[in-house]
Nanobody
Framework: QVQLVESGGGLVQAGGSLRLSCVGS????????VGWYRQAPGKQRDLVAT???????NYADSVKGRFTISRDDAKNTVYLQMTSLKLEDTAVYYCVTAPNLATIRQGYWGQGTQVTVSS
């Protein structure tokens, strides 16, 4: 069974940085699309960034220029480097993978990692 495990969340001050990791088991990330989503309390789960098997990336407008999604094929791991963090970045961050971007929300999800940005 496909399994995704996120890590790297935590408490950080505004303006700080964090790097999230998503390790995949029984799935090859460079053959699939991988995305990071986030969900704040009382809000819907929103797209943050995606990377396709071919390495094409896409970002939500709210994180462009601050977040970077990348992939290490040797480790079958996708990262989300987050810089210049803002209070509104506070959320549970989820990793998801699917054969393509069109079906990514129906893909395999991780359990999530909490990111809390404080003032």
């Amino acid at each position: 069974q496909v399994q995704l495990v996120e890590s790297g969340g935590g408490l950080v001050q505004a303006g700080g940085s964090l790097r999230l990791s998503c390790v995949g088991s029984r799935i090859i990330f460079n053959k699939n699309a991988v995305g990071w989503y986030r969900q704040a309390p009382g809000k819907q789960r929103d797209l943050v960034a995606t990377i396709t098997g071919g390495g094409n990336t896409n970002y939500a407008d709210s994180v462009k220029g601050r977040f970077t999604i990348s992939r290490d094929d040797a480790k079958n791991t996708v990262y989300l480097q987050m810089t210049s963090l803002k209070l509104e970045d506070t959320a549970v961050y989820y990793c998801v993978t699917a054969p393509n971007l069109a079906t990514i929300r129906q893909g395999y999800w991780g359990q999530g990692t909490q990111v809390t940005v404080s003032s």
